[in-house]
T-cell receptor, first 108, second 115 residues
C-alpha cells in the first residue's frame, strides 16, 4: 500500500519563528489532508490539498503531486500551534493513510 | 467543532469486557470511518462504512465489529478486551468515499482504558 513519511519527527521553535514540515508519499493520490492534533487530542482539519497551493492565515500548504511531496508552512508561530501535525493521503483504496506526524513545540 | 459526535469521551473497563463506541456523522455525510490511535502504532484505519454498507476493512481485529445504521450513525463494538486495546478511538465522516468527496472530519475521540 501507499507509504507516507513525515519530517522532521520533532521540531522545537521559539514563538515568532517560521517552520516547514514535509510529507513524502510513495504513489499518486486522490486526496491529501493536513491535520493538527492539539494537546487535548482533537484532530483538526487544516487543508485538503492533493495538488497546488493554499493559504489560511499564517498557515499555507503546497503539494507537488508529480514529485510526491507536500509541504506545510507555519509562519510567525504561536504557542497555540504546538501539537502534532499529520499528513494523510488516499491512494486508490478510499482510506486515509497517516504519516507518523511531526511533533511541534513552540516555546514562549 | 467538526460536527462529528462521539460518545463516550472516556471509557474505563476491565480485561475480557465488551464496550460499544458510538459516532454520529456530520449532517449530510454518508461515509463513516473508524481509526485507532495508540502510542506505538500511530493512527490506524479500522473500517469504513458508506450509506449503511461496509466498504473497506483495515487492521481490525476479529474481536472488533462495527455497523452503520439507517440514520447513518455508527457503532464500534470491542469485545474480549485486552490491555493492548487501550487507545484513542476516532470516528471520522465525509460526504463520499473518494477524492474531493472524502475530506474527512474527525470527532473528538473516545479514550479507552482497559485495566
Amino acid at each position: 500500500g501507499i507509504q507516507v513519511e513525515q519530517s522532521p519527527p520533532d521540531l522545537i521553535l521559539q514563538e515568532g519563528a517560521n517552520s516547514t514540515l514535509r510529507c513524502n508519499f510513495s504513489d499518486s493520490v486522490n486526496n491529501l489532508q493536513w491535520f493538527h492534533q492539539n494537546p487535548w487530542g482533537q484532530l483538526i482539519n487544516l487543508f485538503y490539498i492533493p495538488s497546488g497551493t493554499k493559504q489560511n492565515g499564517r498557515l499555507s500548504a503546497t503539494t507537488v503531486a508529480t514529485e510526491r511531496y507536500s509541504l506545510l508552512y507555519i509562519s510567525s508561530s504561536q504557542t497555540t500551534d504546538s501539537g502534532v501535525y499529520f499528513c494523510a493521503v488516499e491512494g486508490g483504496s478510499e482510506k486515509l493513510v497517516f504519516g507518523k506526524g511531526t511533533k511541534l513545540t513552540v516555546n514562549p | 467543532d467538526s460536527g462529528v459526535t462521539q460518545t463516550p469521551k472516556h471509557l474505563i473497563t476491565a480485561t475480557g469486557q465488551r464496550v460499544t463506541l458510538r459516532c454520529s456523522p456530520r449532517s449530510g455525510d454518508l461515509s463513516v470511518y473508524w481509526y485507532q490511535q495508540s502510542l506505538d502504532q500511530g493512527l490506524q484505519f479500522l473500517i469504513h462504512y458508506y450509506n449503511g454498507e461496509e466498504r473497506a476493512k483495515g487492521n481490525i481485529l476479529e474481536r472488533f465489529s462495527a455497523q452503520q445504521f439507517p440514520d447513518l450513525h455508527s457503532e464500534l463494538n470491542l469485545s474480549s478486551l485486552e490491555l493492548g486495546d487501550s487507545a484513542l478511538y476516532f470516528c471520522a465522516s465525509s460526504v463520499g468515499p473518494r477524492g474531493a468527496l472524502n475530506i474527512q472530519y474527525f470527532g473528538a475521540g473516545t479514550r479507552l482504558s482497559v485495566l
